[in-house]
């Protein structure tokens, strides 16, 4: 198996309409003196910078222009000036990482230098597109459309515990011959609430557990009124193992939109989804799991908004490089990596981004040492310029998990996004 992730796996919120100047919000800390070594406390201090004056003259591949934006952001005094924009934006401190327990084994090969944006060739799908040839058969952006999805049954199995809060079901599904279990947090009341699928990134599959590393985001979803369905991908214990797994992780996301599938049709109806609102679904991944959610929101556009959170790329083939040179050392990816130039076109997310109908936030780590956050930046900017609705958020000197008072304050900008998105 190749999977898309092999590293450890007052808030600015408000989706911004589409047309206005691509931005992002750069979250930073300023220690208190005399506080090195020690955790500092907060120390608010809004700046107002616009970026707009800085980001006319860039482009997708001007990595390193993105990289010195970065630096000269971190490097900004307190006294910094406003620059002239219609929309300024705030530059808000957050607390230092604090040390926490990666959910997957770090890897020890050596970093190479991050490639270049998109080196994918873009596709202009037709309604005539022949389907591809085999082992790339049915994974194609446009064939991944045409199917349909969630032709079985959702079950809640048991309950795993109660709160005041909400209560955790385990919870299976059918996915495309395969059963996958995850968990289901529920609030309190009669509903209908609002769903959210909540995708983990990768975590060696045979030490996998229910409860995960993401189990925190989902409860706190769920503290915030929102029905969260997390499930464990395919491969990961409980669920099946996948005998003939697909290239480029596909299956991944075929449990998502079989997921997503069930959702609509029985949300609202007796039975176990009876309190889900149908008509009110977003997503939620993680590194791998945003990968998975970039490529299921142009699979499946109706989707109320998408929340990204140190994601891989929406361009397949700079996933499986650094995949390769990167995670393992030249030995995974060969084949993603083989994959004909025109197939992969027709493969990659990145060449479907027009069909993206949802608000989407972006956040990642300024740090991150696994997925670089120039990924994140360049999807910022690619959804910008098509007019679609994004907010970009850097959380700086944060790695792959963000810790501390950047974490908390990531959970309440999702909680903002979501609200306003569902309104």
Not at 279 to 292: P, V, Y
């Amino acid at each position: 198996m190749h999977h898309l992730s092999r590293g450890p796996a007052g808030s600015g919120a408000g989706t911004q309409a589409a047309g206005e100047a691509f931005r992002i919000i750069v979250t930073k800390l300023k220690p208190q003196p005399g506080s090195l070594g020690k955790k500092p406390r907060a120390n608010l201090q809004s700046r107002a910078i616009s970026l707009t004056g800085l980001l006319i003259h860039l482009t997708r591949r001007s990595v390193l222009g993105w990289l010195g934006i970065l630096l000269v952001l971190s490097g900004c005094s307190a006294q910094a000036t406003s620059l002239a924009s219609p929309t300024p934006v705030a530059l808000l401190p957050t607390a230092s990482p604090t040390a926490t327990p990666s959910p997957t084994q770090t890897p020890t090969a050596t970093a190479t230098a991050t490639p270049a944006p998109s080196p994918t060739p873009t596709v202009t799908p037709t309604p005539t597109t022949p389907p591809l040839p085999a082992p790339y058969t049915g994974l194609a952006i446009d064939e991944l459309a045409a199917r349909t999805y969630g032709q079985g049954e959702f079950r809640l199995v048991e309950t795993m515990e109660t709160t005041p809060e909400f209560t955790r079901y385990l919870m299976s599904y059918d996915s495309d011959g395969l059963t996958v279990y995850g968990f289901m947090n529920l609030p309190p009341g009669e509903g209908p609430f609002p769903v959210v699928i909540v995708i983990h990134g990768w975590v060696p599959p045979q030490s996998y557990r229910t409860l995960t590393y993401t189990t925190r985001y989902a409860d706190a979803l769920a503290r915030a009124g929102y029905l969260v369905i997390h499930p464990n991908l395919r491969n990961h214990i409980p669920s099946d193992v996948d005998p003939n797994p697909a290239l480029f992780d596909a299956g991944y996301s075929l449990d998502v939109l079989n997921l997503m599938a069930y959702v609509r049709a029985e949300g609202g109806q007796p039975g176990p989804l009876e309190q889900a609102d149908a008509d009110r679904l977003a997503l939620w991944g993680h590194s791998m799991g945003g990968g998975i959610a970039i490529r299921t929101m142009v699979v499946e556009p109706r989707v109320e908004a998408v929340v990204l959170y140190g994601s891989m790329n929406a361009d397949l083939y700079l996933n499986y490089e650094r995949i390769n040179t990167f995670w393992s050392g030249g030995t995974d990816g060969l084949e993603e990596l083989a994959t004909p130039a025109e197939v992969l076109a027709r493969l990659s997310p990145v060449n479907y981004l027009d069909r993206v109908e949802a608000p989407v936030a972006i956040h990642h780590g300024g740090a991150d040492s696994d997925v670089p956050v120039v990924w994140s930046i360049d999807l910022c900017e690619r959804l910008t310029d098509l007019g679609k609705r994004v907010d970009c958020f850097i959380y700086e000197g944060q790695d792959h998990i963000l810790a501390g008072e950047s974490d908390a304050l990531f959970e309440k900008r999702v909680v903002e996004f979501l609200k306003a998105a569902f309104e």
